[in-house]
């Protein structure tokens, strides 16, 4: 088995959690064990889309991590947290509640690229540590801003006297409960967020997921319609048709020429008879295989 399971992930459990629990099952289905892997980490108490990867498709993770991503989030007004949710303790209070017309002023300064510093609470590497690791510890460590792109950012509704909905589009790598404390801060408060769902990574949206129950309720009846194909994490990925003969010089790591048959330059898959071969770099009328799929 090679493909994609779009799971909507529930509040309280943590995304490598979900992707043992997917494993074990396809295992117990198939009667061996498979690879498996999440494309791009969702905090536990956020919700929403975690496309896992089985098989062959995991090496797809980094080209699907990649692609832009969605989120609606609540922003609460008036207290900063350690950990920049809900679930921190309480570090800065502010009583200030800022109006409707200040939010939608304030928000556009956000759209394109920006600074964003990743919260103490992530995955980043500290002298090959994760920042988290050191942040329980209660270690003084600094985490370096970055550059993060933002698409869009609209204020949805105010959402309760003193909390806001939201709805981004980014880039890979962003942090929404930075971006949060951003927001706040622009707004002359503070703030953390305290709902956080992702409806979108790349082509798979929270319209095709399912819960992890339902995950395995079908996978025990022996229905996989709900599953996804491995050349489904491509995305906006150019296809390109190869013959046998073209199939298997890639194969071999060599390559091939496709005159004008494939459009553009930089990363195409190379389909044959329905399967992909391999991604492949193209410059001018060659394509060079950099990851093949036999």
């Known amino acids: 088995m090679d493909g994609w399971a779009v799971i909507d992930k529930s509040c309280g459990i943590t995304s490598m959690r979900v992707t043992s629990r997917v494993k074990k099952i396809i295992k117990e289905i198939v009667g061996k064990k498979v690879r498996a892997g999440h494309a791009g980490t969702l905090d536990p108490f956020a919700t929403g889309v975690l496309p896992v990867a089985f098989g062959r498709a995991t090496s797809l993770i980094p080209i699907l991590m990649s692609q832009s991503k969605e989120y609606e989030f609540t922003l609460s007004f008036g207290a900063k947290t350690s950990t920049g949710d809900c679930y921190g303790d309480e570090e800065e209070r502010n009583c200030y509640i ?56 609209e204020f949805l509704d105010m959402k309760t006297v003193d909390s806001a909905d939201f709805r981004v589009k980014c880039a890979s790598g962003t942090y929404i409960r930075s971006l949060g404390e951003d927001i706040a801060r622009a707004l002359n408060t503070c703030g953390h967020l305290s709902q956080l769902r992702r409806t ?13 129950d339902f995950f395995q309720e079908m996978m025990y009846k022996g229905d996989r319609g709900f599953l996804f194909s491995l050349c489904a994490g491509l995305g906006d990925i150019p296809v390109c048709a190869v013959t046998a003969e073209e199939r298997s010089r890639l194969w071999h790591g060599l390559p091939v020429l496709k005159g004008n048959s494939c459009s553009g330059d930089g990363r195409v898959a190379c389909m044959c008879d329905n399967m992909l071969v391999a991604l492949c770099d193209r410059d001018g009328e060659e394509i060079v295989p950099k990851r093949c799929f036999l």
């Open 98 to 153: 800022p109006r409707e017309s200040e939010i939608v002023s304030v928000i556009r300064g956000f759209i394109g690229e920006i600074d964003q510093t990743p919260p103490s609470f992530s995955a980043i590497k500290i002298r090959g540590v994760p920042a988290y690791k050191l942040a329980r510890k209660k270690e003084v460590f600094e985490i370096l801003p970055r550059k993060v792109r933002i698409f869009e950012l």
């Open 200 to 212: 979108r990574v790349g082509p798979f949206s929270c319209e095709l997921a399912t819960s992890i």
